[in-house]
Protein backbone atom coordinates (compact mmCIF):
# COMPACT_ATOMS: atom_id res chain seq x y z
CA UNK A 1 0.00 0.00 0.00
CA UNK A 2 2.70 2.24 0.74
CA UNK A 3 3.67 2.49 -3.31
CA UNK A 4 0.44 3.45 -3.81
CA UNK A 5 1.10 6.42 -5.69
CA UNK A 6 -1.53 6.74 -8.78
CA UNK A 7 -0.08 8.04 -12.20
CA UNK A 8 1.59 11.57 -11.55
CA UNK A 9 2.88 10.20 -8.07
CA UNK A 10 4.73 7.34 -10.04
CA UNK A 11 6.45 10.38 -11.84
CA UNK A 12 6.59 12.48 -8.55
CA UNK A 13 6.39 10.56 -5.38
CA UNK A 14 6.84 13.30 -2.95
CA UNK A 15 3.75 15.23 -4.57
CA UNK A 16 1.53 12.09 -2.59
CA UNK A 17 2.58 13.36 0.48
CA UNK A 18 1.13 16.34 0.02
CA UNK A 19 -2.11 17.61 0.73
CA UNK A 20 -1.64 20.59 -1.26
CA UNK A 21 -2.20 18.69 -3.97
CA UNK A 22 -5.02 16.69 -2.91
CA UNK A 23 -6.77 19.68 -1.61
CA UNK A 24 -5.71 21.38 -4.77
CA UNK A 25 -7.58 18.36 -6.71
CA UNK A 26 -10.66 18.43 -5.07
CA UNK A 27 -10.85 22.40 -5.25
CA UNK A 28 -10.11 22.26 -8.74
CA UNK A 29 -13.25 19.60 -9.24
CA UNK A 30 -15.46 21.43 -7.21
CA UNK A 31 -15.29 24.10 -9.51
CA UNK A 32 -15.57 22.61 -11.98
CA UNK A 33 -19.06 21.39 -11.03
CA UNK A 34 -19.48 24.97 -10.57
CA UNK A 35 -18.53 26.07 -13.94
CA UNK A 36 -20.52 24.00 -15.56
CA UNK A 37 -23.57 23.72 -13.78
CA UNK A 38 -25.39 26.46 -15.50
CA UNK A 39 -25.41 24.42 -18.86
CA UNK A 40 -26.81 21.20 -17.52
CA UNK A 41 -30.64 20.94 -17.77
CA UNK A 42 -33.00 18.40 -16.93
CA UNK A 43 -32.03 14.97 -16.06
CA UNK A 44 -28.33 16.35 -16.73
CA UNK A 45 -28.21 18.73 -14.08
CA UNK A 46 -30.23 16.08 -11.27
CA UNK A 47 -27.35 14.09 -11.65
CA UNK A 48 -24.47 16.91 -11.89
CA UNK A 49 -25.54 18.21 -8.77
CA UNK A 50 -25.51 15.06 -7.42
CA UNK A 51 -22.20 14.60 -8.50
CA UNK A 52 -21.36 18.36 -7.35
CA UNK A 53 -22.62 17.62 -3.73
CA UNK A 54 -20.59 14.65 -3.26
CA UNK A 55 -17.82 16.50 -4.32
CA UNK A 56 -18.75 19.18 -1.68
CA UNK A 57 -18.22 16.58 0.58
CA UNK A 58 -15.03 15.29 -0.78
CA UNK A 59 -13.82 18.93 -0.83
CA UNK A 60 -14.50 18.90 2.84
CA UNK A 61 -12.62 15.72 3.48
CA UNK A 62 -9.77 17.15 1.85
CA UNK A 63 -9.91 20.59 3.38
CA UNK A 64 -9.84 19.00 7.00
CA UNK A 65 -7.09 17.04 6.57
CA UNK A 66 -5.05 19.93 4.81
CA UNK A 67 -5.67 22.01 7.78
CA UNK A 68 -4.48 19.52 10.17
CA UNK A 69 -1.41 19.43 8.56
CA UNK A 70 -1.50 23.50 8.43
CA UNK A 71 -1.79 23.82 12.07
CA UNK A 72 -0.05 20.45 12.62
CA UNK A 73 -2.67 18.53 15.07
CA UNK A 74 -4.46 16.15 14.07
CA UNK A 75 -7.92 15.27 14.46
CA UNK A 76 -9.11 13.83 18.05
CA UNK A 77 -4.87 13.94 18.53
CA UNK A 78 -4.92 10.61 16.60
CA UNK A 79 -0.93 9.42 15.23
CA UNK A 80 -1.83 10.95 11.46
CA UNK A 81 -4.08 13.30 9.83
CA UNK A 82 -7.37 11.84 9.81
CA UNK A 83 -11.00 13.00 7.92
CA UNK A 84 -14.51 11.96 9.28
CA UNK A 85 -14.81 8.87 6.46
CA UNK A 86 -11.04 7.86 8.01
CA UNK A 87 -12.87 7.02 11.28
CA UNK A 88 -14.45 3.95 9.72
CA UNK A 89 -12.95 3.02 6.83
CA UNK A 90 -8.59 3.10 5.36
CA UNK A 91 -7.60 6.12 3.95
CA UNK A 92 -6.62 4.79 0.25
CA UNK A 93 -9.82 2.65 -0.01
CA UNK A 94 -11.64 5.31 1.46
CA UNK A 95 -10.19 8.15 -1.22
CA UNK A 96 -10.76 5.56 -4.17
CA UNK A 97 -14.29 5.13 -3.19
CA UNK A 98 -14.69 8.77 -3.04
CA UNK A 99 -13.35 9.62 -6.46
CA UNK A 100 -15.75 6.50 -7.77
CA UNK A 101 -18.95 8.27 -6.79
CA UNK A 102 -18.24 11.37 -7.55
CA UNK A 103 -17.13 10.14 -11.26
CA UNK A 104 -20.37 7.72 -12.02
CA UNK A 105 -22.86 10.70 -11.52
CA UNK A 106 -20.79 13.13 -13.32
CA UNK A 107 -20.36 10.95 -16.69
CA UNK A 108 -24.38 10.30 -16.08
CA UNK A 109 -24.80 13.60 -16.31
CA UNK A 110 -22.57 14.48 -18.72
CA UNK A 111 -24.62 11.66 -21.08
CA UNK A 112 -27.67 13.22 -20.41
CA UNK A 113 -26.51 17.04 -21.41
CA UNK A 114 -25.40 15.21 -24.81
CA UNK A 115 -28.35 13.76 -25.44
CA UNK A 116 -29.72 17.38 -25.02
CA UNK A 117 -27.20 18.86 -27.02
CA UNK A 118 -28.01 16.31 -30.17
CA UNK A 119 -31.67 17.15 -29.66
Known sequence: RPQCLGLLGSIYPWLMHSEYLHYGHALFMLLGFA???????GKARVWW???????FFHHFEHALLLGQAIIGKNLFD???RTSIGQLWFPRIELHFWYNVIVMLPMLIGLYFNQKTLKK
Do not use: G, H, I, K
Open 35 to 41: VFRPSME
Open 49 to 55: DVAFTLQ
Open 78 to 80: LPV
